[in-house]
């Protein structure tokens, strides 16, 4: 089969699992095109970018930027079987949500629908809101099947009547954490619909270090905290800023965050308003052979995830994976996945949401302690090697888009 993946923007530095997955069923013989909401905004790619042989349609992200070819797709799209019915859905759901958004969704599912290659056989969203709302529209004036990969965000801030109808008409979902499985399945009209499947890690792409690159335990050698993750509420960074703030004066350390995101100057400010400008350095969005670098620097990974008032929130971020396959000491906190992934006090340390003062208790236990650090760093390398491969997911997701998926 032929599978166009619809993504909100391609390539991102923030989502190499998606790019991880394609690849992988890629090197399974599975034919992706990839579909892109946006161009992309970062500078940077990933290696992995590079081995993609799928072609890309990027859409007009605003649909005044490109008046001619929505126009052209208007006109062409009322001529699909299965406009009349996406057209008459759209409108229903453009009374519930009458938004700016809304409208785009259907210029954008016009274009998908005309400019779609005539071989595709299945249309597949990554994230259950946007990319989601231009498939459906789409698929169904196409007739084609579709089906979906629902992460974090996603799930907890879409209304429940937009994800129960999106769940009603699609042929399968798969998302990466127990916890958002669960609720969705609350919401499916077929609980069956949802299946669970861990992003996992590419072993091939993170091997262990051949030898230990992690600072020297000595008085005048600064242990390394490090973070990776855009600088966005629900990463908990003000948390981590505060429980640094608190560490006693005698220890050595230095803090090193590596993403982008609209928070970062904020961030700056408020470290410096803590004291802390000269033990932190800020290092920006990074390519993945500068992030694993600097996990093999580290002696402390830190992660303080949390929930936003509008229910954001992590699922199971692969940056802990990444980690721990590195042999890294991780810190992390209760939230979503994250605890399927991290059994705390065995094979790393994890903290309430949002408990800064927690956050820093375990912060100075880890660095006052380098025999903890070491048995948690080798147990969280065990546990993530033998139970989050990616080649298991991978193996589920190929099976899914086999041709005996598709609905009749």
């Given at each position: 089969m032929a599978t166009?993946?619809?993504?909100?923007?391609?390539?991102?530095?923030?989502?190499?699992?998606?790019?991880?997955?394609?690849?992988?069923?890629?090197?399974r013989g599975h034919e992706i095109h990839i579909i892109s909401l946006r161009h992309p905004t970062d500078t940077d790619t990933h290696p992995i970018h590079q081995e993609i042989q799928a072609p890309i349609l990027y859409?007009?992200?605003?649909?005044?930027?490109?008046?001619?070819?929505?126009?052209?797709?208007?006109?062409?799209?009322?001529?699909?079987?299965?406009?009349?019915?996406a057209f008459t859905l759209w409108g229903a759901d453009l009374r519930r949500d009458f938004t700016r958004n809304r409208m785009r969704r259907f210029g954008q599912a016009c274009?998908?629908?005309?400019?779609?290659?005539?071989?595709?056989?299945?249309?597949?969203?990554?994230?259950?809101h946007t990319p989601a709302s231009v498939t459906r529209y789409a698929a169904i004036?196409?007739?084609?099947?579709w089906s979906g990969s629902a992460h974090a965000k996603d799930i907890w801030t879409t209304p429940?009547?937009?994800?129960?109808e999106k769940l009603g008409c699609l042929d399968w979902l798969v998302t990466c954490t127990q916890s958002g499985a669960d609720y969705l399945r609350t919401l499916a009209p077929d609980p069956e619909t949802v299946s669970l499947v861990?992003?996992?890690?590419?072993?091939?792409?993170?091997?262990?270090?051949d030898a230990c690159e992690h600072m020297s335990d000595t008085p005048n050698t600064p242990l390394i905290i490090l973070s990776v993750g855009r600088a966005v509420p629900k990463k908990g960074y003000n948390d981590c800023l505060?429980?640094?703030?608190?560490?006693?004066?005698?220890?050595n350390w230095r803090f090193r965050h590596v993403g982008g995101g609209p928070l970062l100057n904020e961030l700056r400010d408020r470290a410096h308003g803590l004291g802390l400008e000269?033990?932190?350095?800020?290092?920006?969005?990074?390519?993945?052979?500068?992030?694993?670098?600097?996990?093999?620097?580290?002696?402390?990974?830190?992660?303080?995830?949390?929930?936003?008032?509008?229910g954001d929130r992590d699922g199971l971020p692969n940056v802990l994976m990444e980690a721990q396959s590195q042999r890294v000491a991780v810190l992390s906190t209760r939230m979503s996945g994250i605890p399927e992934l991290i059994l705390d006090g065995e094979t790393g340390v994890l903290v309430t949401p949002g408990d800064s003062a927690a956050l820093s208790d375990a912060l100075r236990r880890l660095l006052e302690d380098p025999a903890l650090r070491a048995k948690l760093a080798q147990a969280g390398f065990e546990r993530v090697r033998s139970h989050f491969s990616m080649h298991d997911g991978i193996d589920s997701l190929s099976k899914l888009f086999q041709p005996q998926s598709t609905a009749a």
């Open positions: 166009a993946f619809v993504l909100k923007g391609y390539p991102r530095l923030s989502e190499t699992f998606i790019a991880q997955e394609i690849r992988a069923l890629e090197k859409l007009p992200e605003y649909l005044h930027h490109e008046p001619r070819r929505v126009a052209r797709a208007l006109i062409q799209a009322r001529t699909l079987p299965g406009f009349t019915a274009v998908v629908a005309c400019e779609l290659p005539d071989d595709i056989d299945r249309l597949h969203a990554h994230f259950l004036m196409r007739g084609l099947p429940k009547w937009d994800i129960r861990h992003h996992g890690l590419d072993f091939s792409r993170f091997a262990p270090p505060q429980a640094l703030a608190s560490l006693p004066p005698h220890l000269d033990r932190i350095e800020w290092l920006g969005a990074q390519p993945q052979g500068r992030v694993l670098s600097e996990i093999r620097r580290a002696d402390v990974f830190v992660l303080p995830s949390k929930q936003t008032p509008d």
